[in-house]
């Protein structure tokens, strides 16, 4: 999660590891008085970029996280993707 300045509110990303190695993002929350200014792109980028650091497979259950992925199809996400 992701403290806001002057905001008790987090940004959220929920995830949970389904298997020995395989993670499953499940929802990224940014709260409405931050909407549009790209928190949740930078939390889709950091979970995918801990993905490829610690050699895991990302199950992508968020929606948010599936259009991220298409608008940035590098390899190094794509191959550790897991249907």
């Given at each position: 999660?992701?403290?806001?300045?002057?905001?008790?509110?987090?940004?959220?990303?929920?995830y949970?590891?389904?298997?020995?190695?395989?993670?499953?993002?499940?929802?990224?929350?940014?709260?409405?008085?931050?909407?549009?200014?790209?928190?949740?792109?930078?939390?889709?980028?950091?979970?995918?970029?801990?993905?490829?650091?610690?050699?895991?497979?990302?199950?992508?259950?968020?929606?948010?996280?599936?259009?991220?992925v298409?608008?940035?199809?590098?390899?190094?996400?794509?191959?550790?993707?897991?249907?």
């Amino acid at each position: 999660s992701a403290s806001l300045p002057g905001c008790h509110d987090k940004a959220v990303l929920l995830y949970e590891y389904v298997g020995k190695r395989i993670v499953d993002l499940q929802h990224t929350e940014v709260p409405d008085a931050y909407r549009g200014r790209g928190i949740a792109k930078h939390l889709a980028k950091a979970a995918l970029d801990f993905v490829v650091e610690e050699d895991l497979k990302a199950h992508l259950t968020c929606w948010y996280i599936q259009k991220y992925v298409k608008e940035n199809p590098l390899p190094q996400y794509l191959e550790r993707l897991q249907s």
